[in-house]
Every structure is written in structure tokens, then in C-alpha cells.
């Protein structure tokens, strides 16, 4: 019996001191589990491409950063028309040539949790990118949320969609720069949300709409006085969406694809001559109302568009007291219009074509004179909008370009 004993607590001895010893070493190998290194975490994908600029994207494609720097190379050459007589032989005392980088942007974009809410960020570096009196260099900054069919929101410093030529980037036009018309009547960029739509109640990508309110006051400013700017478009597309924000047709579409647009817009209280641009009021704000009418048809490669805008302020001009001098200000109003018809000859070389006028109102800015272009213009596409180069001639007449003015560019763009 002692014997039994013995052996049960040798076993109990035993049992006792391996279940202690297994125990111990599951403690002892806890740390080092933990110390193991984790799985790499997924590394980004980039990518790289001429037009698409430089992107990195997560693996889950959360997150996203598109980078596309962009820079046009031009020179020109203009007479003056102070010293011109309508003469068509140009001297050269009467002629001026111009070598400038006209653009030089740096454009960020991209997704945030999801592609649903987007980003967009564009610096400007060229002096002729910058406001005289504010040389801030930021164009764009604005975020969109489009998870609804019918109702989109895009918030921040934007382009304000009145009219299609402003609207459509720099980078995408057949001639080195705009119409005479859009410089003058368009509301440029401002800070604001707008509510949209480019398939409005599902009726096959050809209704849309625009809805906004803007500070009023242009982009990088801080509002001094009470009022905002309103803004309502409707877009229609007959045959369903396309390159509607990109002149002419180098895709040589096969069906004929058509985009009209109206605008009307409200600007209260501006305190800038051109509404949200130009000089700034002393001696009070004015009321304008703006207007535009777009169109624009591709086919075959052959590109027509056309655009018509108006500017109408409450008064023509306001008198008061400056400093202790007598100051009479004027308010800015007219409207214009422009027409431009291209092709593409082959695959690389395109010609255009453009007519613009520009008139004024009676009793409006004296300063602000009738004005027209003839301009023609060749583009040789190496890669599209991304890698070209043009060459326009232009006519500019009338009582704002006194004997007439002749302007001739020549212009690189690389947009990566």
C-alpha cells in the first residue's frame, strides 16, 4: 500500500511538473509569436502616362493622387494699334514680339474613400496666370460628391459654369487661347457649391443641370460687402454624352454628337468692374446680370462651336467722392458672341476657323469698345491635347482696335 502511494505521487509529481513546464514554455513563446514581423502591407500601384500625368493609387483604391504638370511655350507677334494707320504693310517700329511661358500649372486630383468623392487642386506659376494686384497662385480647389443619379455637389474654388469655352480647360482649345468675348464677359473662377446633375431622372445621359451660389467676389478674395453670385444652368446632349469639354474632333466620331447649354446668372452687390474680375468699385457695388447661350456639334472630324454671352448691370454709372476728389464710376455692360468651325485633315493636323464680336452697351464704360476677330488657325496633334503645337493668325477691328490690329502666336504645349 505504502509502494502505491509512492508511485501515485511520484505520478502526481510528474503530471504536475509537466503540465508546468508546457505552461512555461507556452508563456516563454507568446512573446516571440508577438515579436514576428506583420505582413508587408500592400505597396501602392503608380502609374505613368503622357495626357494621364503621373497616378498613385492603394491597392483597394481608396485613396488616389493624379499629378499633371503642364506647360505652353509661346511667342507673338502683334502691331500696335495706337501706331498703326490701317495700313497693310506692318514696319517694324509699329510691331511688337512677345516670348513668354503663357501657362505653367501643376494639377493635383483624385479619390478619397471611394470614387464617389473627389478632388481637385491646380497651381498657377506664369506671370500671365496671376492677378495683377494678387499674385496668388491658386486656381483650383474643390472637392465633388456625385453617389446620386440626379444630384451631385462640387464645393470650393472653381470655375463658374456660365458658357462652354471658359469652362473647357486651357489645354483642350484649337487655338492657343479664347475667344475675344469670353476674356471679357465670362465669370471666371469664385468660391461656391454647386448642385448638379449630367443624367438627370435617367433619360439616357442627355439632360443635365447646374445649380450655384458663389461669393461674388472672383477667386482668392475675401468678400467686403454683402451679395452673392447665382448661377443656373441646363445642358442637353440629343445623342448621349462626349468630348463636349474638349475642342474639336480628333476621335472622328462616327455618329454626329451635339451639346447645347443656356446659363443665367445673378451677381449681387459686385464690387468688380467685370463682375468677378477687373478693377475693384470705391464708391459702391452694382447688380449684374449675365447670360450665355452654347453649342457645339463634332461629326467626322469636323468640330462647330458657338457661344453667345451677355453682361447687364442696374446702373450705368454712379458719382461720388474719392480721396476728396470727384470720381465718376462706370459699370461694365455688353454682350457678344463668337462661331469657330474646324477639321481634321488626318490624324495629326487640324484646321480652324473663328469669328468674334464684341459690343457694348449705350452709356455703359466708356472705355469698353466695339470690337471683332477673324482669326485661322493650324494644330499638329502629336499626342492629342497633350503634346501639340499651334500657330493662329488674327484680325482684331473696330472702334477698340483703332487702324486695326494684326496678332500672330506660335505655341508648345506639354501637358503630361
Not at 121 to 128: G, H, I, K, T, W
Not at 219 to 231: M, Q
Not at 235 to 245: A, E, K
Not at 266 to 294: C, E, F, I, K
Amino acid at each position: 500500500m505504502n509502494l502505491m502511494r509512492r508511485r501515485r505521487g511520484w505520478v502526481g509529481a510528474i503530471s504536475t511538473g509537466c503540465l508546468a513546464s508546457c505552461v512555461s514554455c507556452w508563456l516563454l513563446a507568446s512573446p516571440a509569436r508577438a515579436s514576428e514581423p506583420a505582413p508587408p502591407a500592400a505597396r501602392p500601384q503608380v502609374e505613368a502616362a503622357l495626357g494621364k500625368g503621373v497616378t498613385i493609387r492603394s491597392k483597394d483604391d481608396l485613396v488616389s493622387l493624379q499629378i499633371r504638370p503642364r506647360v505652353q511655350v509661346r511667342a507673338a507677334f502683334a502691331t500696335d494699334p495706337d501706331k498703326t494707320s490701317g495700313s497693310p504693310v506692318i514696319e517694324p517700329e509699329d510691331a511688337a514680339t512677345q516670348l513668354a511661358i503663357r501657362r505653367a500649372r501643376l494639377a493635383f486630383r483624385g479619390n478619397v474613400l471611394g470614387p464617389k468623392l473627389t478632388y481637385y487642386v491646380q497651381l498657377a506659376f506664369s506671370n500671365a496666370d496671376t492677378e495683377s494686384d494678387l499674385r496668388l497662385p491658386l486656381r483650383d480647389a474643390s472637392m465633388q460628391w456625385e453617389a446620386l443619379r440626379d444630384i451631385g455637389l462640387r464645393f470650393g474654388q472653381m470655375k463658374v459654369p456660365l458658357g462652354r469655352q471658359r469652362v473647357i480647360s486651357s489645354g483642350a482649345l484649337e487655338f492657343p487661347d479664347r475667344s475675344i468675348i469670353i476674356e471679357e464677359l465670362s465669370l471666371h473662377r469664385d468660391v461656391g457649391v454647386v448642385a448638379y446633375s449630367r443624367n438627370l431622372l435617367g433619360l439616357g445621359d442627355t439632360l443635365g443641370y447646374q445649380v450655384g451660389v458663389f461669393g461674388g467676389d472672383g477667386r482668392n478674395r475675401v468678400a467686403e460687402s454683402a451679395g452673392l453670385l447665382w448661377v443656373a444652368r441646363v445642358d442637353l446632349w440629343p445623342n448621349g454624352h462626349f468630348t463636349d469639354l474638349s475642342e474639336g474632333d480628333l476621335e472622328r466620331l462616327p455618329k454626329p454628337r451635339l451639346a447645347c447649354g443656356l446659363t443665367v446668372a445673378y451677381n449681387q452687390n459686385s464690387y468688380r468692374q467685370q463682375s468677378v474680375v477687373g478693377d475693384t468699385y470705391r464708391l459702391g457695388g452694382y447688380d449684374y446680370l449675365h447670360g450665355s447661350a452654347d453649342l457645339m456639334f463634332k461629326w467626322r472630324g469636323l468640330a462647330l462651336s458657338g457661344e453667345a454671352l451677355l453682361r447687364n448691370a442696374d446702373l450705368d454709372s454712379r458719382d461720388g467722392k474719392a480721396d476728396g476728389k470727384p470720381l465718376r464710376e462706370w459699370s461694365r455692360s455688353g454682350a457678344g458672341y463668337f462661331a469657330q468651325l474646324s477639321q481634321m485633315l488626318n490624324e495629326n493636323i487640324q484646321v480652324a476657323t473663328r469669328f468674334s464680336h464684341l459690343q457694348p452697351f449705350r452709356s455703359t464704360d466708356p472705355r469698353l469698345l466695339s470690337r471683332s476677330e477673324a482669326a485661322g488657325s493650324v494644330s499638329y496633334y502629336i499626342a492629342g491635347h497633350a503634346l501639340k503645337v499651334q500657330a493662329d493668325y488674327s484680325y482684331l477691328f473696330g472702334p477698340g482696335e483703332a487702324g486695326g490690329r494684326h496678332l500672330a502666336r506660335l505655341q508648345f504645349q506639354l501637358f503630361l
